[in-house]
C-alpha cells in the first residue's frame, strides 16, 4: 500500500511515489512497508481478530444461497462460514458472511457475567474497562426491578427449540427445528444495561440514541436501528437490511427463512422481568438493538410463529433478552 515513517504507522508515502528531502545530508531515515490486509474470516481464529477489512474481504454472497462453504471462494452461490473462538472464554461460534454484506455470529452470545471479570478494550466492544454488577445466573432469580441500573444476565441451560406454526386455519402445529443453530445451548439473556456493557443507562433520553458500547468481542456489537421518517433501508438499519436483503416478509414464509441456514436465529423467548420468569420459548424470537426508542424501550428484531418484525420496538429495558452481534 505504501510506507510509512512509523513501525505500524499509516501510509504516508504511497508506493512508487517521487519523494525529496526525506532527511539532511548525513542522516537516515528507516521507513517501514505498510501492506494490504488481504485476511478473509478464514485467515483468523479469534472473533476478537475480526476487522471490517477482513469482512470486506471476504466474498458475499446472493440471498439465494442457503447453503455455506467453508474454505474461501470467489462463488456467490454459497456463504462463508467458519467457526471463530471468543478469547474471553474460549467458546467457540459459528460465523458467517451474509448477503446483507455483513458477518454475523450465527448463533447468540454465550458470555457469562462475573462480577470478579472485567471486560476490556482489548477483548470486548468497550471504551473503558467494565465489570459488571451482577454475575449471569441459572435457575430461579430473586428478579430485579425494570430500570435497575444492574447488568443482569440469565443462562437458560442446553435444550431443543421447537418450532410452532400456525395453519391457514388456526391451529397450532409443533416441529422440531433440527437446524443445528437451534440445538443445545443458545447462549445467554441480558437485560439491556448488561447487553450494552453499561452505556445503555439513563444519560440516553432520545429515540435513536445509542448505546455505544456492548458485552460483544471486539471487533462486533450489537446491532444499530436508524433515524429515518421513511421506510428506506440505512446503512445503521441492520436488521432492517437483513429482512429486507433475503425478501423476509411478515408471514409463516418469512419466519422459516429467518429460522432457516444461514441465517439460523432462534425463537428462544426472553426472561420476563415483571414475572421472573421464561417467556414466549419456542413460539417467539426477540433480539436487541442498541437504539433506544423511548425512556425505557429499545428497537430490537421480532419474529412469531406467522411472521417477523425487523423493528420491533415493544421490549423493555428490563426484559433479559438474546444478543446477535454484528462485525463492525
Not at 64 to 73: I, N, R, V, Y
Request: proline share 3%; net charge negative; glycine share 8%.
Amino acid at each position: 500500500m505504501g510506507w510509512s515513517t512509523t513501525e505500524g504507522g499509516s501510509v504516508e508515502y504511497k508506493n512508487m511515489a517521487d519523494v525529496t528531502d526525506l532527511a539532511s545530508a548525513g542522516e537516515s531515515v528507516t521507513l517501514y512497508a505498510v501492506w494490504k490486509d488481504t485476511r478473509t474470516i478464514f485467515n483468523i481464529t479469534y472473533m476478537q481478530d475480526m476487522t471490517s477489512t477482513i469482512c470486506d474481504n471476504t466474498t458475499t454472497p446472493s440471498s439465494g444461497a442457503t447453503e455455506t462453504t467453508t474454505s474461501h471462494s470467489f462463488s456467490t452461490d454459497l456463504a462463508p462460514e467458519t467457526t471463530l473462538t471468543d478469547s474471553r472464554d474460549g467458546k467457540t461460534y459459528t460465523i458467517r458472511k451474509l448477503a446483507d454484506g455483513n458477518c454475523w455470529m450465527a448463533q447468540n452470545l454465550d458470555l457469562d457475567l462475573d462480577t470478579n471479570t472485567a471486560l476490556t478494550p482489548e477483548d470486548s466492544d468497550v471504551s473503558a474497562d467494565w465489570t459488571p454488577s451482577e454475575s449471569t445466573f441459572t435457575g430461579a432469580s430473586s428478579g430485579w426491578q425494570g430500570t435497575d441500573q444492574n447488568s443482569h444476565s440469565y443462562d437458560p441451560g442446553n435444550r431443543v427449540y421447537i418450532s410452532f406454526y400456525t395453519s391457514d386455519d388456526g391451529d397450532t402445529s409443533a416441529t422440531e427445528d433440527s437446524h443445528s443453530a437451534n440445538t443445545g445451548h443458545v447462549g445467554n439473556f441480558y437485560n439491556w444495561y448488561g447487553a450494552t456493557a453499561g452505556t445503555g443507562n439513563e444519560s440516553l433520553e432520545d429515540q435513536y440514541d445509542n448505546a455505544s458500547g456492548s458485552v460483544c468481542p471486539k471487533g462486533w456489537k450489537l446491532p444499530t436501528e436508524y433515524d429515518s421518517s421513511s421506510d428506506a433501508i440505512g446503512d445503521d438499519s441492520y436488521y432492517k437490511l437483513l429482512t429486507t436483503t433475503y425478501k423476509i416478509e411478515s408471514s409463516k414464509d418469512g419466519t422459516i427463512a429467518i429460522l432457516n441456514g444461514p441465517l439460523s436465529f432462534v425463537r428462544a423467548g426472553y426472561y420476563d422481568f415483571d414475572f421472573n420468569r421464561e417467556n414466549g420459548t419456542d413460539y417467539t424470537g426477540y433480539y436487541w438493538t442498541s437504539t433506544l426508542y423511548s425512556a425505557a424501550y429499545v428497537y430490537h428484531l421480532t419474529f412469531y410463529s406467522d411472521g417477523s418484525t425487523p423493528r420491533g420496538r415493544g421490549r423493555h429495558i428490563g426484559d433479559a433478552l438474546p444478543i446477535r452481534c454484528v462485525a463492525k
